[in-house]
């Protein structure tokens, strides 16, 4: 059983342009989580999604970010317009149910230049 | 606001002896605790957890403590191994259905050999 995938590992982008950052949960996993580290912080909750709806998203940045989980295919973390600030690892996880741990992926480096 | 602390950036401790790794917590709705140990490059990887209802969890080296009164918990490796380096975070949740964690801003454990 494959563990949760992010995709890319690592992500450049000039500032202005927009970054897609991919996450496929375990099998079987119905319940995903985005987080966000910055240098020298702890993770951030960002965003809980389920199959095709948003959940809580109380950690995300009102403007520019996004985040969905569609019916086939892995869940997206978007950025649009990124900006220095937004350089950061930003980490997917996922679990079966709510009240289960959650299990993380690799993580996302995305730098902004 | 950050309401799971971890105040000790960094810790050495000599291969065998014991590793105690601390968290204080702020939010009195957490009743759900985790640790989790991270290599770099890597994601966080669930280690050992307790509900509130027990004040000791046990896992082979790992074992947490929680003392609610003081919002505090503990993690103790015995006896630590070189293979322990890593950043360890401490983690709350609220089992309410929010489902999202708060980490503390990690520990550098180095086990000298």
């Known amino acids: 059983n494959a563990g949760v995938m992010q995709n890319p590992r690592h992500l450049v982008r000039r500032r202005g342009q927009e970054a897609r950052l991919r996450c496929s949960p375990m099998?079987?996993?119905?319940?995903v989580y985005w987080y966000r580290q910055l240098p020298e912080e702890g993770l951030k909750f960002m965003v809980y999604?389920?199959?095709?709806?948003?959940?809580?998203e109380s950690g995300m940045p009102k403007e520019r970010f996004s985040a969905e989980f569609p019916k086939e295919g892995p869940s997206i973390l978007r950025i649009q317009q990124v900006v220095r600030g937004d350089s950061a690892a930003y980490f997917c996880?996922?679990?079966?149910?709510?009240?289960?741990?959650?299990?993380f992926g690799p993580g996302t480096r995305l730098t902004v230049t | 606001d950050q309401q799971v602390k971890q105040n000790s950036p960094s810790l050495s401790v000599q291969e065998g002896r014991i590793s105690i790794l601390n968290c204080d917590y702020t939010?009195?709705?957490?009743?759900?605790f985790l640790w989790y140990k991270k290599y770099p490059a890597e994601g966080p990887t669930f280690l050992i957890s307790?509900?509130?209802?027990?004040d000791k969890n046990e896992d082979g080296r790992f074992t947490v403590f929680l003392n609610k009164s003081a919002k505090h918990l503990s993690l103790h490796i015995v006896p630590s191994q070189p293979g322990d380096s890593a950043v360890y975070f401490c983690?709350?949740?609220?089992?309410?259905?929010?489902?999202?964690?708060?980490f503390g801003t990690g520990t550098r454990l180095t086990v000298i050999p």
């Open positions: 996880a996922s679990s079966p149910s709510w009240d289960v741990g959650q299990y």
């Open positions: 099998k079987g996993h119905s319940h």
């Open positions: 999604l389920q199959k095709e709806n948003i959940i809580d």
């Open positions: 939010n009195s709705m957490f009743d759900y």
């Open positions: 307790i509900s509130s209802i027990k």
């Open positions: 983690a709350a949740d609220r089992q309410t259905g929010a489902n999202n964690l708060f």
